[in-house]
């Protein structure tokens, strides 16, 4: 259940479990070898994590340039409910994603920016919300531990850039933050688990800004 601190942010403890799919689409055709494709799906359990709040459906079309660069363009399903709304609806975006990285000899680095087109089913709502998110990310192996095993960190920040009738507001969104580890399970099949603190602002809004602590369990197959 949510709890308001003395600054008006209320805190809540969330549980997210998600699976992601990456693949290459030149095993049907060798003309499409630089073609990627993304299947990624997220349940998201709030207060105290006794009850689904949010989910999430993504896919995506991307195209690799190099070992280093791939650009994406995709769309995401956000059924969302309570308490994170006090009305059930609906979010339907398209975007857009450059996605870069970088190996060196103290671990893997790489950055995801999107531009999102937000499209709620919202009585009342007919405008478009436009959304920016830059995120940086940084593994690091730790063979002390075992040779499989990897320190995951990332932060992502989330911009609007414009007002809508939704109620969404031009400006800081949220921040994200994540700490934890990775164990590849063989060369293919990864998982990441951790710990997730996400901010809300909720900028002109009757209800208080939130912070979640969300414990993350994600589960990467790339091939």
Same mark, same amino acid.
């Given at each position: 259940? &949510?709890?308001?601190?003395?600054? &008006? ?13 990456? #693949?290459?689409?030149?095993?049907? &055709? ?18 105290? @994590?006794?009850? $689904? ?8 079309? #991307?195209?690799? $340039? ?21 009305? @059930?609806? !609906? ?56 040779? !499989? ?5 990332? !932060? ?14 031009? #400006? ?32 002109? &809004? ?18």
């Amino acid at each position: 259940m &949510n709890t308001v601190l003395a600054d &008006n942010t209320a805190e809540d403890f969330y549980t997210w479990a998600g699976f992601e799919m990456t #693949g290459s689409m030149s095993a049907n &055709n060798s003309y499409l070898k630089n073609f990627r494709y993304k299947l990624f799906m997220q349940g998201r359990f709030g207060d105290s @994590s006794s009850r $689904f709040t949010q989910g999430l459906i993504r896919s995506g079309v #991307g195209y690799t $340039f190099s070992d280093k660069v791939t650009a994406w363009i995709g769309y995401d399903w956000v059924p969302t409910g309570r308490p994170l709304a006090l009305r @059930s609806f !609906n979010d339907h975006a398209v975007w857009q994603q450059l996605s870069l990285q970088e190996n060196y000899p103290f671990g893997t680095a790489s950055s995801r920016t999107r531009l999102e087109q937000h499209f709620f089913d919202i009585p009342g709502s007919g405008d478009v919300a436009h959304l920016f998110r830059q995120m940086f990310k940084l593994s690091t192996p730790m063979r002390f531990v075992s040779p !499989n095993t990897s320190l995951v960190i990332w !932060n992502e920040i989330f911009a609007n850039l414009n007002s809508t009738d939704a109620g969404t507001q031009s #400006g800081f969104n949220q921040n994200r933050a994540f700490a934890g580890i990775g164990y590849g399970i063989n060369k293919h099949l990864l998982l990441e688990i951790g710990y997730m603190n996400q901010y809300i602002h909720r900028r002109n &809004n009757t209800r208080p800004d939130l912070m979640l602590h969300v414990m993350s369990v994600t589960m990467l197959l790339n091939f």
